[in-house]
């Protein structure tokens, strides 16, 4: 375990120098200037200078980026431009929302693609699998924003079961918490279900087929014994993999669907610095982003074997 554990953190280390890398490279490569978050049209090519040389944008790219990465070893992210705050300080305020969010759509996801799958692996060849797999390829087509946008116009403004948007925190109000969370975290695991349950199905229909399960069914065991204590166990590995997956696709649709519902996350926060051409809000979201996709698939790998005694991960 100890060996796979280094080898599993040294390879995370190098995805998050080359997530680091290109995440510098692409935003200098895009044209702008954060300065024009700051001065209008108006403004002298002095007074754009000397900005540049307040935020230490005149400086080389390279010496740029060893700074940054200096930053980083001590913990720090930088200072964000137009937020006059830490970026490490920025994110951990709004990391809660947006994990909160993501976590609620991988349960209601993993829920849901879950039962789906063994309904139509149970049902195989028939209507209900047929229309398990016609609401899962609807789901796997439709954008999130679009969806979204949907979904306010349905439950918040035509029936009024819930806000158009905002975040109420938890410890404030739970009732307030799950009225705005409900609605984008269905937004975001709608479009992750149909993934889990053809995953689960295609899954569920390896395993059924069996001898094991054969010998089940001949002993005169219960359906529903069967699926969940033979059929459903067996089939977890492939489902992990998608958990992790999801999570990390949640992650990312996070920035779009935040936006959509105005939820003061990360994603937001990531947006608004796209927006203003806010470099260390940026980068520093981005890397953040990618330690916990990291951290979900270590604790995925690791969950195999507790899954399934047979895998042996030394």
Do not use: C
Request: charged share 15%; aromatic share 8%.
């Amino acid at each position: 375990m100890s060996r796979f554990l280094v080898k599993r953190l040294a390879g995370a280390f190098v995805v998050l120098v080359l997530v680091s890398l290109m995440s510098f490279a692409i935003i200098w490569l895009v044209p702008g200037d954060p300065t024009a978050a700051f001065l209008d049209t108006s403004a002298t090519p002095d007074q754009v200078a000397r900005l540049r040389q307040q935020l230490g944008l005149d400086r080389p790219i390279a010496m740029q980026m060893l700074d940054w990465y200096a930053r980083i070893v001590q913990g720090d992210l930088g200072h964000s431009i137009l937020l006059n705050r830490s970026v490490t300080a920025a994110i951990l305020e709004r990391l809660p929302v947006t994990l909160s969010l993501a976590g609620l759509a991988l349960a209601f996801a993993l829920v849901m693609g879950v039962l789906a799958g063994i309904v139509a692996a149970v049902h195989h060849n028939r209507w209900p699998d047929q229309l398990v797999m016609s609401l899962a390829l609807f789901g796997l087509s439709v954008p999130d924003f679009w969806l979204g946008i949907m979904l306010i116009l349905l439950f918040a403004v035509k029936l009024g079961l819930f806000p158009t948007g905002g975040y109420v925190p938890f410890s404030e109000d739970p009732f307030g918490w799950a009225g705005t969370i409900i609605m984008p975290a269905l937004t975001l695991a709608i479009i992750q279900v149909g993934f889990v349950a053809r995953m689960t199905r295609a899954s569920m229909l390896e395993i059924l087929n069996q001898d094991f399960i054969r010998t089940a069914d001949a002993k005169g065991l219960k359906r529903a014994e069967i699926m969940l204590r033979h059929g459903l166990p067996n089939a977890l590995i492939p489902i992990l993999t998608v958990g992790g997956i999801v999570a990390g696709a949640l992650l990312g649709g996070a920035v779009i669907i935040e936006q959509v519902y105005s939820i003061p996350g990360v994603g937001r926060l990531i947006i608004g610095g796209i927006l203003s051409r806010d470099y260390p809000v940026i980068q520093g979201g981005l890397l953040f982003l990618a330690v916990i996709y990291l951290t979900v698939n270590l604790v995925v790998d690791i969950l195999y074997a507790v899954a399934d005694p047979r895998v042996r991960l030394e």
